[in-house]
């Protein structure tokens, strides 16, 4: 995947900022200032994070930032956001404004249910899962949406294979549908053509547009894929959002298990239900013979779970069709109905959903 068109494209404009200085005299990507830049065709979208420090003529540095983007000759147009006040060294700071007490969750009209589905770890396959399960919910006669709170790395527009804009009412942002299900992503808002979607200068500003901006309901579930990680991003949509449950997607390498316990911990210190653990990638189904082997150890969820007091929602194989499917913006549920990955999915929901109706 390392050298797509988009990746190059990346590389592009990624090589065209460092043409952009600080007013110390160092290039914006040395700087570390360059927090994301996503490609949508012929647009670039390049989120900066000034830390605690944001320079005064920080908009000129903005303008400076899509000038050099748009020098990159497949760029027609780019947009550059700005944020500030995250510092990675202190992930585990509190996400709310000094002084102030965490935000209370409001409600989100017309959403009975959200489910945030997070992981310690990257890559174990949240969106993935969140987006299968989606299937699975509205396969039982459920009304669901999936929001992709990602905000540096949006998988949804790939993951669900759509690519447009989303319309705007009365600035109410309207959600995509798509297999029957509402969607929401970053990758679908990043654009020079609605700037007002960005008014907020915050990333923590982004996650709420993409819950309290966007006309959801009515939905039974609204399905959260979270970005990985514990940080301040997680704990602020876990602070805001009027969360239903959680659950945690973890592969069974012991790595990852670790990592799923600080998942487990990020919720219980809000007070959010764990409605159980997915072991996703548990075991290998050979595309040839079918046959089942455990490359990583399997089962290690299923004892995590019981350590920890909560439940264990079953195990998801891991199969190149999801991959591919995964690739190709065809969901594997809807793809192979019958094959293992989607009966595991569809177990999963069945049991998610008995949790939700008590
Ligand atoms: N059960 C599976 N079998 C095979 N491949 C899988 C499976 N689940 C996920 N994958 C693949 O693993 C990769 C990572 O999955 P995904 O993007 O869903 O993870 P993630 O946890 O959302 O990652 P991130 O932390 O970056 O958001 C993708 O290429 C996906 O297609
Ligand atoms: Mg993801």
Not at 108 to 119: D, E, L, N, Q
Not at 336 to 344: L, S, T
């Amino acid at each position: 995947m390392s050298n797509s068109p988009k990746e190059i494209l990346k590389k592009a404009v990624e090589d065209a900022l460092h043409a952009v200085h600080t007013p110390d005299g160092r290039s914006i990507v040395a700087a570390g200032i360059v927090s994301a830049v996503v490609i949508d065709g012929d647009k670039a979208g390049i989120i900066l994070d000034f830390g605690d420090t944001p320079p005064a003529d920080m908009e000129a540095l903005r303008l400076g930032v899509e000038k050099a983007a748009t020098s990159v000759e497949e760029i027609n147009a780019a947009n550059a956001i700005v944020t500030a006040n995250r510092k990675p060294s202190q992930a585990a700071a509190p996400a709310a404004p000094r002084g102030k007490a965490p935000p209370t969750p409001v409600e989100i009209p017309g959403v009975k249910h959200i489910i945030a589905v997070a992981s310690g770890k990257g890559g174990v396959g949240k969106s993935t899962t969140s987006v299968n399960l989606a299937l699975a919910l509205k396969a039982l006669g459920l009304k669901v949406g999936v929001m992709d709170a990602d905000i540096f790395g949006p998988s949804l527009p790939m993951l669900m294979g759509v690519d447009e804009r989303p319309e705007i009412k009365n600035k109410v942002i309207q959600p995509l549908v798509a297999h029957g299900i509402k969607l929401m992503s970053i990758g679908f808002l990043i654009d020079v053509d609605q700037p007002v979607v960005w008014r907020g200068p915050r990333v923590m500003g982004a996650t709420q547009q993409l819950l309290r901006d966007v006309a959801w309901g009515p939905l039974d579930v609204l399905v959260v894929d979270m970005p990985p990680g514990t940080g301040d991003v997680q704990l602020t949509m876990v602070q805001q959002a009027p969360l239903t449950g959680a659950v945690i997607v973890t592969t069974p390498q012991d790595l990852a298990l670790i990592d799923a316990r600080k998942g487990l911990a990020m919720f219980r210190k809000v007070d959010v239900p764990i409605l159980g653990i997915i072991e996703n990638m548990s075991t290998f189904i050979c595309p040839h013979c079918g046959e089942a082997s455990d490359i990583f150890g399997h089962g290690g969820a299923q004892e995590t779970a019981n350590v920890l007091g909560c439940s264990f929602l079953g195990g998801i194989p891991l199969e190149m069709s999801v991959r591919q499917n995964a690739d190709a913006g065809t969901p594997v549920i809807m793809q192979e109905p019958d094959g293992q990955p989607a009966r595991a999915y569809h177990a999963i929901a069945g049991q998610i959903a008995k949790s939700l109706t008590r």
